[in-house]
């Protein structure tokens, strides 16, 4: 089975520009999650999906970050304007169930985020 | 307290001995616990869930002790390719969230 799909895999932006980032997760998988990845850190969830309908943004800073999930497959992650602390990596995942315990989340190979 | 907290290491082990990390958590309600593992520059993979009667895989073996709040994973006879990053991760009861991550123990066996 294809696993989940990211680009780009690397982008250097300076500060106040803006970025985009898209994921595919795996077909079939109706959650999908967002997560950031500072160097030396865990995984932080930014934002879950359930189908098109948002689950959980508690985390997401909603000043600058935005997700969409309109067709309940494809995804797109923004950031706009960046700041020099968004430097890190953008990490989107799908599970099968709505409930991460209940099935294994599947990772991408993330897009690494580099803000000047 | 953090929710999730591990130590970072890194933990030196020389190949075939036996190694051990923690992991404890702060949320009560957590009702489900699993490692992953992460190579360098890489995406976290289920490595092994963890159950209340604790469980084991080949030579991987994963405790949970809710009453002091912390999991576990020992790993024996360590080979070369065990060199990882080892997360942590919690769900809390009710999996409205996603999981919580720790930051990761580094893990480096020697020849």
């Known amino acids: 089975e294809a696993g989940v799909a990211q680009s780009p895999r690397y982008k250097i932006i300076e500060k106040r520009q803006s970025v985009a980032f898209w994921c595919n997760p795996i077909?079939?998988?109706?959650?999908l999650y967002w997560y950031q990845q500072i160097l030396g850190q865990g995984p932080k969830l930014l934002i879950q999906?359930?189908?098109?309908?948002?689950?959980?943004d508690s985390q997401l800073p909603k000043d600058r970050f935005s997700a969409e999930r309109l067709k309940g497959v494809d995804s797109t992650l923004k950031i706009q304007p960046a700041k020099l602390e968004d430097s890190a990596v953008y990490l989107c995942?799908?599970?099968?169930?709505?409930?991460?315990?209940?099935?294994?989340?599947?990772f991408g190979a993330g897009s690494r985020l580099t803000v000047l | 307290r953090k929710e999730v907290e591990q130590d970072p290491g890194p933990f030196n082990v020389p190949e075939g001995a036996t190694v051990a990390f923690n992991c404890t958590y702060s949320?009560?309600?957590?009702?489900?616990f699993f490692w992953y593992r992460q190579d360098c520059r890489k995406e976290p993979k289920l490595l092994m869930s963890?159950?209340?009667s604790g469980n084991e895989d080949g030579r991987f073996t994963a405790q949970l002790n809710r009453a002091s709040q912390y999991i576990s994973l020992l790993i024996r006879d360590s080979k070369l390719s065990d060199s990882a990053t080892y997360l942590c991760?919690?769900?809390?009861?009710?999996?409205?969230?996603?999981?919580?991550f720790g930051k990761g123990t580094h893990l480096i066996i020697q020849p």
């Open positions: 949320n009560s309600a957590s009702q489900s």
């Open positions: 991760v919690v769900l809390a009861r009710g999996g409205a969230d996603g999981l919580t």
């Open positions: 999906f359930q189908n098109n309908g948002v689950v959980d």
């Open positions: 077909s079939g998988h109706a959650t």
């Open positions: 963890v159950y209340s």
């Open positions: 995942a799908s599970s099968l169930e709505r409930i991460p315990g209940a099935n294994v989340l599947t």
